[in-house]
């Protein structure tokens, strides 16, 4: 095994700084891509193809199992950063709470307990988000809920919750 240690990237369901998200992944090496279900779609509504990032030796791991069987691999001391870009309020909200019960937040919690540090892009972060739909830019206005459980996030030990691709930049540059 080497000991150069790998970068878990995980995507969730939103559209909110994917472009940036990826042109930032696609310049880094020893990645391995975890997406939800939701994640998966999302590339597809946005024209990305799965074989690209394969081109690149990019590992690409699916939601498809019950029990989030590509989570034990964070059990193999071969993750030094798991990163959750961009993550979904409903993400988000599943992080604040401790729900682990798909792909991308079973790997957030188990790199938790495994005391593997954590980047979340979050999305919903400000009363006012701008954001690219697929085929248009829209307004959107967080709702209260989801502005607290950003916050309740930012408190976690070993967890960087970034809100822009500047402070994303300068959380990831303490890790490569």
Not at 11 to 35: A, P, R
Not at 50 to 56: A, G, H, V, Y
Not at 67 to 94: D, F, G, H, M, R
Not at 109 to 133: L, M, N, R, W, Y
Request: include cysteine; charged fraction near 25%; proline fraction near 3%.
């Amino acid at each position: 095994m080497s000991d150069i240690k790998r970068i878990a990237w995980c995507i969730t369901g939103s559209g909110h700084y994917l472009k940036e998200s990826i042109e930032i992944m696609l310049t880094l090496n020893n990645v391995d891509l975890f997406l939800s279900k939701a994640g998966e779609e999302v590339l597809k509504w946005y024209d990305y193809d799965l074989d690209e990032f394969k081109s690149k030796g990019i590992k690409i791991f699916k939601d498809v199992t019950k029990s989030s069987a590509p989570v034990s691999l964070l059990y193999e001391n071969i993750y030094k950063l798991v990163i959750v870009s961009p993550t979904t309020s409903n993400t988000v909200a599943q992080m604040a709470y401790g729900f682990s019960d798909n792909l991308v937040t079973n790997m957030f919690a188990q790199a938790g307990k495994c005391k593997i540090h954590s980047i979340v892009f979050a999305c919903d972060t400000e009363p006012t988000v701008i954001t690219q739909a697929p085929k248009k830019s829209v307004t959107l206005y967080p709702r209260l809920i989801e502005l607290e459980n950003y916050d309740k996030l930012k408190s976690f030990k070993d967890v960087d919750v970034v809100d822009s691709v500047n402070s994303f930049k300068e959380a990831l540059d303490k890790w490569i």
